[in-house]
Structure formats: C-alpha cells, structure tokens
C-alpha cells in the first residue's frame, strides 16, 4: 500500500482483515514506525488499532518486495512522480496495480488509471481502480459498506475484489473504468457545493436540489466521456455523492463549508491537514466539459467561489440555470425523450457487440 493517510491506511486494514499480509509505504519514518511497532496512525485514524498483519516502511523498494497486488493512495497531483519511482521496482512483476485515488490531473486532465499506465507502462488490464461510498473512519471503525473495483479486465477486478472484502466491506466489479473513475472525481466536486451553502447557512432543501442537479451534471459529463450511464447510478456515483454530501467526515464537504463561512482559497488550503481533492479538479474538469460540449453550471458556481468572483451567499439561486427559460429535468442521458431511449438503445447494442452479447457489465457481485 503507497500511500499511509486516512484511505490508504484504512484500506489496508480491510485488506489486513481480509486475511492479506499488508505492507504500508509512508514517506515520513516516524509515521512508518507508529504503524510496524505501535499497530497506530495517530494523525490520520486517531483511536483505530490496526491489525497485526499490517506492518509498515519508508523505503519504497521493501513496501513492493513480493507483493501480489499493488495498492495506490496517493494525492492525485503528486502521483506521477511517486510512479517514476515505482516503475523500476515493478518491472519483473505483473500484480496488479489499484489505484483508491479519485482525481484528475490538474495539468492535463487525465484520469489517475490514465497517469498510471502512461508512468508504469504497463497494460491497462493489469490496472484496477476501487471507488464507492468510502469515507475513510467509518471504514476503520467496521462499519458494513460496499464499494466497486473497476478495470478493462474482468479477470483484474474480479481478482481484486476477492483480495478487498471481509465482515464489513463488500467489493463489487464492473468493467467501466471511466465511469467509476469519474464517479469518483466528481462527487467531491458536488461535496464542495453543499459544503458552502452549509457553510452559508441554507437548509436540506438547497442541498437535496444540488445533489439531484449534481448527479445530473456528473452522469452528462462521465457519459459523454464513454462512460456508462449505469455505472454513476451505482456505488461510484450515486452511492458515493451521498455519502461524501451528507458527512462532515469529508474532506470535500468541509472545505466547502469553510468557503461558505468566508475563507478564502489559500486560508482553506492551509488550514485542510488532509488533500481535498475536489479542490484540484474543479479547472480541469470544466476544460474537458468545455471540449465535450456539456454544461455543468453547479460546478462552474464552485469555481467561481474559488476564484472569488462570487459571493458563496449567492451561489443557491441559480445553480441548475443561468436564465429565466423553463427546462425539462431530464439529463441528455436520462430517462425521458425519445433521444434518450435512442442514444441507450444504441449504447445497448454496441455494449453487446463489445461483450460478445452479454451486455454491459455493470456493478455485480
């Protein structure tokens, strides 16, 4: 496991429990102690016993040393160079590489499954990546939840999944990367628009709107990417946008209602001990709506609060239009309209053809 924050740590845990040896990577040697000798991480999961099976190091050489299977929890926008390093280390190896990140790439807006294969050079069905409704304490605490691991190759996400479950966590599969990863993604990015009218004081009733809406933008934009519109109403989606929406547990939510209450950007950014990572992808997500033609105006308001051209007391009013035109709910890719009904069918068919005529697969057990 690279990477020893709240997820990363959790998520070995829930390999520890499932019954795996797990070897922790922490880039700071005091923290890498805590987890070997003291069975702790004090700073991320403070009052978590960790399993003994889990053991932990600062050298990334003896955290890859016979592993199996490759865990990533990293920040999104230091993973590049973190895989530079990587690559000689797993070159005579074919485990499987996982990401449990949930970003994209500031600077070209690729998505974390994109930056692991053009780094490692490896074939992108050897690449798994985990999402669902995941807020890290929870987890450690054992509380029961579901997430979905995701790859090109069912056979990589089945192999996964079976490695990633216990009592309380259970791993579905499903072979729609671009969905889960993106699912991911933009989640945190409606988690940082309830947390600022939190944060200014509205009620359930804006926050229950901007969810809906939200889901909307998210399952227009994965969709237009290639993604399956399925996928954003499972686990990675749907699943996911409730979970990191309602909890002050998520680092997105919190950030937000700290815009909401009149930080500005960098005192939020000082002031988060933890990467919120929807903070980093607000720009490149809306340059690449930009270039697929999808409108997203609840992210376009977050951005706006971020560049400090909006007040976040008037962020609400006009999340869903910028004018006063009546307009159908539907998302393009939604349930109503013959357009609709078309572009499924359509999807359906060629989902088919691609599955030698099973179908899409879509979040399964």
């Not at 050897?126 to 509380?143: C, D, F, T, Y």
């Not at 988690?191 to 509205?202: F, L, P, Q």
Request: aromatic residues 4%; glycine residues 10%; neutral net charge.
């Amino acid at each position: 496991m690279l990477g020893s924050g709240s997820w990363g740590t959790t998520f070995g845990k829930i390999l520890a429990d499932g019954g795996a040896q797990v070897t922790m990577w922490a880039r700071r040697p005091e923290l890498a102690h805590e987890i070997a000798e003291a069975k702790r991480n004090s700073q991320y999961l403070p009052g978590i016993n960790l399993p003994r099976s889990m053991t932990a190091t600062a050298h990334l050489s003896e955290a890859i040393d016979g592993a199996t299977q490759i865990y990533l929890s990293i920040p999104s926008q230091t993973a590049r160079e973190n895989l530079k390093a990587l690559r000689p280390l797993i070159a005579r190896t074919d485990a499987p590489i996982v990401s449990l990140m949930k970003g994209v790439e500031r600077r070209t807006g690729l998505r974390m499954s994109q930056v692991i294969e053009q780094e490692l050079q490896c074939d992108p069905d050897r690449i798994a990546v985990a999402s669902g409704p995941n807020l890290a304490l929870e987890i450690a605490r054992e509380q029961p939840t579901a997430a979905v691991i995701s790859s090109t190759s069912l056979e990589t996400a089945e192999a996964v999944a079976r490695r990633a479950r216990n009592a309380y966590f259970r791993t579905f599969v499903n072979t729609d990367v671009i969905g889960t990863e993106f699912g991911g993604v933009l989640k945190n990015l409606i988690a940082v628009a309830i947390g600022i009218v939190d944060g200014v004081g509205y009620g359930e009733n804006t926050k229950a709107s901007i969810i809906t809406r939200g889901l909307v933008e998210m399952t227009d934009f994965a969709v237009a990417q290639g993604a399956h519109p399925e996928t954003l109403q499972g686990l990675a989606g749907l699943g996911d946008l409730i979970a990191t929406c309602q909890s002050p547990l998520s680092r997105n939510n919190t950030a937000g209602r700290l815009l909401g209450q009149g930080y500005k950007f960098q005192d939020v950014v000082k002031q988060m001990q933890q990467t919120a990572e929807g903070l980093a992808s607000v720009a490149p997500v809306l340059q690449l709506a930009k270039q697929a033609g999808v409108s997203m105006p609840i992210v376009e308001q977050v951005k706006r609060v971020l560049d400090g051209t909006m007040n976040p007391r008037e962020i609400a009013p006009h999340l869903t239009t910028d004018d006063d035109t009546p307009r159908g709910e539907r998302t393009d890719y939604g349930q109503a309209g013959s357009g609709g009904a078309l572009r499924r069918a359509l999807q359906r068919a060629r989902d088919q053809f691609r599955h030698g005529g099973r179908g899409a697969e879509g979040d399964r057990p």
